[in-house]
C-alpha cells in the first residue's frame, strides 16, 4: 500500500511494532527517533514508553506510573529524551534509558487558565542544537516559552485569537536551521512560522487540525493533522506529499495522527491517539 503524492511515495510496512503478548497500545500520543534509528513511542496506557529496534522488535520500556497524561516527546541531538506530560503540567528530560534530569514546572499545579504563565496543559516540545528550549503550552494557554538548557525562562509570545501571532491552541513547535520556530496552531488550521525571538513572519494555512511537526535534515516538514491525515512539506511550504483524510482504520490509512518522525533513511512514523490507538511505519520509496 502505497501513500503520498507528488514527489514523495511510501509503502506501508504491514506487521511492524508487534508487541510482546498481553500488551496493547492505549492512545499513542508521540513518536521519535534517536541517532542509532531507535523509535520511542509514548502512549496512554501501561509501560508508557516503548522502545523498537529500526526492525519492529521491542527492545525495551519503562515509565510505568511515571505519568498522568502522555502527550509531546522529543529526542535532542544528543539523544537526551524530553517528555510532556500534559495533566500533570510539565515538561521532563531523561536519559534514554529512563533516567531523570530534569523537570520544568510544578507538577500538578496549573498556571491560570489563559494567563499566559507556564504552564496549563502544555503540548509539545522542542530542544535546538544550542540547548534552547521552546515549549507550545496550548490546552489551556495560547503561548509558545522558550527555556535556556538549565531550564530558566528566556521569554515567551502569543495570545489568543485568529490573527497574526495569536494561537487557538499552539499544539507543537520546531525550530529550523536557520533560527526560524514553526508552531502548529492546531484549531486555526495553520502553521505560523516566527523569528526565534517571537516576531511574527509568515503562515501557512490548508491543514485540518496540525497537531505536529517534525523537520528533516533537508529542511523538509512533516505535519501529523488531526483529522487524520499526512502531509510532507518543502522548506518554502510546498506540498511534496499527502495522504489520508477519511477515518479509517485499515492499515495505510489514519483516525487522529497525533505524532510524526522521520528516521535518517527517511522512513516515516505516525503516532494515532483517540480510537486510532496506533503506530504506524511507512517506508519511503525511492
Known sequence: M???????????????????EGWEFSQVAGVAVDSQDRVYVFHRGAHPVIVFDRDGAVVASWGDGLFTDPHGIFIAPDDSLWLVD??????????????????????????ARQSGLPFHLPAGVFQSPSGAIFIADGYGNSRVHVYAAEGTRVRSWGIEGDGPGQFHLPHAVWQGRDGRVYV????N?????????????????????????FMDGEGRIYVAEL????SVLAPDGALLARWGGEPSHAPGAF??????????????YVAEVLEGKRLQKFVRRR
Open 255 to 268: 483516525v487522529a495522527p497525533h505524532g510524526i518522525w522521520a528516521d535518517a533513511h527517511g522512513d516515516l
Open 227 to 230: 483529522s487524520h491525515r499526512v
Open 189 to 213: 488550521n495553520r502553521i505560523q512560522i516566527f523569528t526565534a525571538t517571537g516576531e511574527y513572519l509568515d503562515q501557512w494555512t490548508g491543514f485540518q487540525r496540525p497537531a505536529h511537526l
Open 2 to 20: 502505497i501513500g503520498g503524492t507528488g514527489t514523495l511515495s511510501y509503502e506501508l510496512a504491514a506487521g511492524w511494532g508487534r508487541l510482546p
Open 86 to 111: 500534559r495533566g500533570a503540567h510539565v515538561v521532563l528530560k531523561y536519559t534514554l534509558d529512563g533516567q531523570h534530569l530534569l523537570t520544568i514546572g510544578a507538577r500538578g499545579v496549573p498556571a
Open 184 to 187: 502548529a496552531d492546531r484549531e
